[in-house]
């Protein structure tokens, strides 16, 4: 498929000659529940406890949430939430494409395909249906009776098959360059760890020594949580487990008051120090490290480090992220009912400590790795955010039917849409082969 300017508005010609041809004077409105079979009382739910293991997928609301042993439908159909996950940002149905042997729960509306209207013009259409009025009560949930009275624009066959041509295929270019992205990254990363370990490998000439002798470690706490004074309008960052999913810190999601510094105890960190996490659920699998650029307080299952005079701070987050795993193995506690590591085992694990002028040598290098990972670990998802809001984009713009059967698209509105795209498109591009 041609996505240049020149292909978009080809295509969007091509679908308004089909509509002047077919439907000169405007489309059919039609409720739902005329364009499809629902298949809603064939719906079974089963709790999780009474699920058997299998191939076959189990959806609800927002998706797949299972597998199991058995199937209830099998073909081609459109699973859309009922309740619980059912509306997008943007106010639209969470609308799933199902295919094959599959059992739905009774959280997501089921519909298959009816003569005079494709089933895959319905998946694309019903995603551009507010229906942020329609969701009702504690549990937001779209009901049977407002589904099937959805409104659908249906033009003849020949326009819908052209209009889900477009739109699949332009899903397809969307999936092929998100893989790409994914790859690449994905590459990046494993380039990334090779070369940090490597680099951190231990060298004879280097001495080794415990992370204990990296500097001072300490451990945290919590401010009493019933005294709002210690947590209202507080500027202090404080660090727990939910804040460690980056390399390297922006800010924290909680904060505590000078209040809390003074009555609670707490001790306020420097600057430049490096947090790990000791107690947390995450450790079944990860060992989270991260560098903290700013001054700080910690929670008690957080250990934080600050360097002495003859590490960097930077070299030691390098080091101790890159033997992460390893220490993650050798220090885990077994048995408790919570994931936790071995303190005094950790400070005994061992690590290359070279001279100051070889630690900036190798900081530099990692940096600069790490920064390319983290630009394209940024870079991917907003990429994958603007090519859907492209998809939506000249999805809507198919799907808007004026009263006299016109699509509603002009040659500003796809030039502007397309031109940015365009220049996103050529910005990545150049900046890979920098990269590179």
Request: aromatic letters at 8%.
């Amino acid at each position: 498929m041609n996505f240049t300017k020149e292909g978009i508005w080809a295509k969007m010609n091509r679908i308004n000659e089909l509509i002047k041809e077919y439907c000169p004077d405007g489309v059919e409105i039609r409720c739902l529940e005329d364009c499809c079979n629902l298949l809603d009382k064939k719906r079974k739910p089963v709790t999780k406890a009474s699920r058997e293991a299998g191939e076959y997928p189990y959806y609800g609301a927002n998706g797949i949430q299972d597998y199991v042993s058995n199937y209830i439908f099998d073909g081609t159909f459109v699973l859309v939430g009922e309740d619980g996950s059912v509306i997008t940002k943007s106010g639209t149905p969470v609308v799933t494409w199902a295919e094959g042997k599959i059992w739905v729960n009774n959280h997501a509306h089921i519909i298959e395909e009816k003569e005079g209207v494709m089933l895959r013009y319905l998946y694309h259409y019903i995603q551009t249906i507010d229906v942020t009025s329609l969701i009702h009560g504690n549990i937001p949930k779209l009901t049977g009776k407002d589904f099937k009275a959805l409104k659908i624009a249906v033009p003849p066959l020949e326009v819908q098959r052209e209009i889900v041509r477009v739109l699949d295929s332009f899903t397809l270019l969307t999936a092929e360059l998100i893989a790409e992205l994914t790859a690449e990254l994905t590459a990046r990363k494993k380039q990334y760890d090779f070369y940090r370990n490597k680099l951190l490998t231990h060298n004879k000439e280097y001495p080794m020594k415990p992370l204990a002798d990296l500097g001072k470690w300490s451990g945290g706490k919590t401010p009493s949580m019933a005294n709002t004074s210690y947590w209202e309008g507080g500027t202090i960052p404080w660090i727990s487990s939910k804040d460690m999913k980056v390399s390297t810190l922006a800010d924290t999601q909680d904060h505590i008051t000078e209040k809390a510094i003074n009555e609670a105890s707490m001790t306020l960190f420097p600057e430049n120090s490096i947090a790990i996490v000791t107690r947390s659920g995450i450790l079944k699998h990860t060992f989270p490290v991260a560098y903290v650029p700013f001054k700080t307080t910690i929670n008690q299952d957080i250990k934080i480090l600050v360097v002495n005079k003859e590490v960097l701070p930077r070299y030691a987050f390098h080091v101790i992220q890159g033997k992460g795993q390893d220490i993650l193995t050798r220090t885990k506690k077994q048995g408790g009912t919570v994931d936790s590591l071995d303190f005094q085992k950790v400070l005994a694990y061992k690590v290359p400590v070279p001279p100051l002028d070889v630690q900036e040598r190798l900081v530099q290098v990692l940096d600069n790795f790490e920064f390319i990972c983290t630009d394209l670990n940024i870079g991917l998802p907003a990429e994958i955010e603007a090519r859907q809001k492209q998809y939506e984009y000249y999805r809507d713009l198919l799907l808007t039917f004026a009263e006299t059967g016109s699509t509603l698209v002009t040659d500003r509105q796809t030039d502007r849409q397309t031109d940015r795209q365009t220049d996103r498109q050529t910005d990545r591009e150049t900046d890979r082969t920098e990269r590179n």
